[in-house]
């Protein structure tokens, strides 16, 4: 009986770290009054974009040798967050920034 009780229960520890958002809201990231990625938003500034990007490649590369559907959960919250930025109007202004090879042109 106590045997069945602990599998039981190591059944339902599992099912409860299942349902912590480890994509959208990492426990790590989210532990303090500020949110990690709003630190990084601050400091980088301007080359936020390139820290976005960055990630998305980084999720996408490993996808298939680490955390496979998670990982890429992670690269769609990156997209998703760059696509926020680069639309930002926030300041009145559509940023729609589009890079073509060496040459930037914003439209």
């Known amino acids: 009986m106590i045997v069945r009780h602990l599998e ?11 349902k912590k958002d480890m994509v ?4 790590h990231y ?3 009054s500020i949110e990690t990625i709003d630190i990084i ?12 990007e960055g990630n998305i490649l980084k999720y996408l ?3 298939r040798h680490k955390n496979g559907i ?6 769609q919250w990156y997209l998703n967050k760059l696509i926020e930025v680069q639309y930002d109007t926030s ?3 559509v940023h729609t920034e589009v890079r073509m090879d060496s040459t930037t042109r914003t439209t």
């Open 8 to 18: 039981y229960m190591k059944m339902r520890l599992k099912e409860e770290e299942m």
């Open 24 to 27: 959208n809201r990492p426990e």
């Open 30 to 32: 989210t532990n303090s």
């Open 41 to 52: 938003e601050s400091i980088t500034a301007e080359g936020f974009h390139y820290y976005l």
């Open 61 to 63: 590369a490993r996808y």
């Open 70 to 75: 998670q990982d890429l959960k992670k690269a």
């Open 91 to 93: 300041d009145g202004n």
